[in-house]
């Protein structure tokens, strides 16, 4: 079974940073397409960074320049590093994943919120003061 297991989340003030984790099982992370997309106290879904198949980052441009979304493929574990980070920040944060398309295409970030992903995890929160 594929299983993606978010941690790293807390309470931090503004302007300071956090790595977010997601542990991947059950395939191998670097040939899918990794995303990491937010639910915020509002309950809207946002993307916020994606991570295609060649290694090419995508990010919303509410987090550009801040986050960095990264893989260990040594480890099956997708990042994410948060810096500079704002109150708006805060939410729910989700690792997902999907196969890429026969012609090896993942959807662009700012499709990650609508999309519908093959399989995500249960979640961590960042709260931002």
């Known amino acids: 079974d594929v299983q993606l297991v978010e941690s790293g989340g807390g309470s931090v003030p503004a302007g300071g940073s956090l790595r977010l984790s997601c542990a991947v099982s059950?395939?191998?992370?670097?040939?899918?397409?990794m995303a990491w997309f937010r639910r915020t106290p509002s309950l809207e879904r946002e993307g916020v960074a994606l991570?295609?198949?060649?290694?090419?980052?995508d990010y919303a441009d509410s987090v550009k320049g801040r986050f960095i979304i990264s893989i260990d493929s040594a480890n099956n574990t997708l990042y994410l590093q948060m810096n500079t980070l704002k109150p708006e920040d805060t939410a729910m944060y989700y690792c997902?994943?999907?196969?890429?398309?026969?012609?090896?295409?993942?959807?662009?970030?700012?499709?990650?919120?609508?999309?519908?992903?093959?399989?995500w995890g249960q979640g961590t929160q960042v709260t931002v003061s």
């Open positions: 991570l295609d198949v060649s290694g090419h980052d």
């Open positions: 059950g395939y191998t992370s670097s040939t899918y397409c």
């Open positions: 997902a994943a999907d196969h890429p398309t026969p012609a090896g295409l993942c959807p662009g970030v700012e499709r990650v919120a609508s999309y519908e992903f093959d399989s």
